[in-house]
């Protein structure tokens, strides 16, 4: 399929900050695609919570399934717009990687753990991970990804300077110093695409798995009108079907709608823009790939029933209460006891020095180790270090 002009172009790419030869087969995106899918961060999402700790049912999403379905959508929608596929498979599939164990919850441990020596952002522990914790070829750390793959890994939700801009994460400030990622303005389309796809999939997904473990019911879910009409609309045309493929159609067709709206109002927008380059969508001063205003209502109906009744149930907090005093207990000891870091890491932290600045370095060194667990290997190993009867 031929791609569109606003499209972002393999053969125009900015390059990488390591040249190297391209392949005579694969174009720049597919290869950094490729290489996030063979990366040791993309294949720990397999057990990486998404909203369920890992081993609480082999059904549920896991970081990993959610990045795949985040992807499809992408896909979808790229083909739909005529926007370039292949990168917005890798933003989709990178756009999760810097997560910690335990989801959200242990995310904000480790932020607060680190609060002295400049916080934690998951997004810019994607880029840290991809630009130099990724350690496998010969000549470079990280996994060299194009300019624009890593523009849209850190920009997806949009500038990252500016007037309603918070504080700029550490890794991204000093890896922005030496390639420019331009992070006072839009990222391209495809980037754009993958964050409105990480919204439907997750906003989705979760539906389902919330009413697939009985933590929400049909009868509650049903005060969210968008789910309610699509639901007794199945239930109509499906009056014998059994409960689980009412609700799985269901899904089905929230997420359907929600794509094909995203589709109109993208070509609207591009209509009356008329963008004649990727450049002129990155500098037009807003996304170009949108809800319309009535899906926003009815996203923002659909969060705002998972918020308290999902995400705030009582099990869920359980489970990432859990979670979070694991992360701070686990980032406390190791970074007051350094000799009980494996080798690598024992390495890496011994190299800096007992001053203000090398305390920095050091706590950052713990909280990249900590944050590449996954929920299992942060459990097994907070049960090794703080339980005496469990044997090393």
Not at 336 to 343: G, K, S
């Amino acid at each position: 399929m031929a791609l569109a002009v606003y499209a972002t172009w393999a053969e125009k790419t900015r390059g990488r900050l390591y040249p190297e030869k391209e392949a005579p087969y694969r174009t720049c995106f597919q290869r950094d695609r490729d290489r996030i899918i063979h990366s040791e961060a993309f294949r720990r999402l397999e057990s990486k919570t998404q909203v369920f700790v890992y081993h609480e049912g082999t059904s549920l999403r896991t970081r990993l399934t959610h990045s795949l379905e985040v992807s499809q959508i992408t896909r979808s929608l790229c083909r739909m717009l005529g926007l370039n596929k292949d990168l917005g498979e890798a933003l989709a599939l990178a756009h999760d990687l810097g997560h910690t164990p335990f989801g959200h919850a242990g995310e904000m441990a480790l932020n607060e753990c680190m609060q002295a020596y400049g916080g934690f952002d998951h997004n810019a522990h994607s880029l840290k991970l991809v630009t130099k914790l990724e350690q496998k070829y010969p000549r470079f750390d990280g996994i060299n990804l194009s300019w624009e793959t890593l523009e849209g890994l850190v920009k997806h939700n949009g500038p990252l300077i500016g007037k309603q801009c918070g504080p700029l994460p550490l890794e991204i400030s000093e890896y922005n110093a030496v390639q420019d990622l331009e992070l006072d303005g839009y990222p391209g389309a495809e980037a754009q695409v993958a964050s409105l796809a990480d919204d439907i999939a997750y906003s989705n997904h979760d539906t389902d798995d919330g009413l697939k473990t009985g933590l929400i019911t049909v009868e509650e879910i049903s005060s969210v009108d968008f789910f309610k009409h699509h639901y007794d609309q199945v239930k109509r045309e499906y009056p014998k079907v059994e409960h689980t493929r009412i609700v799985a159609e269901t899904v089905r067709r929230m997420i359907n709608d929600m794509i094909l709206d995203v589709a109109e109002e993208s070509r609207k927008n591009l209509e009356k823009l008329k963008p004649q380059s990727v450049e002129d969508i990155r500098s037009c001063g807003r996304p170009v790939i949108a809800f319309s205003e009535n899906m926003k209502k009815q996203m923002l109906d659909l969060k705002g029933f998972l918020f308290p009744n999902m995400y705030r149930h009582y099990k869920i907090n359980q489970m990432t209460s859990k979670g979070k005093r694991i992360v701070k207990d686990l980032f406390s000891l190791l970074f007051a006891e350094n000799n009980i870091l494996p080798p690598k890491w024992q390495f890496r932290v011994r190299q800096y020095p007992d001053t203000e600045e090398g305390r920095k370095q050091k706590a950052r060194a713990v909280a990249d180790f900590v944050a590449g667990l996954t929920d299992a290997s942060a459990i097994e190993l907070h049960m090794r270090l703080f339980d005496p009867q469990v044997r090393l």
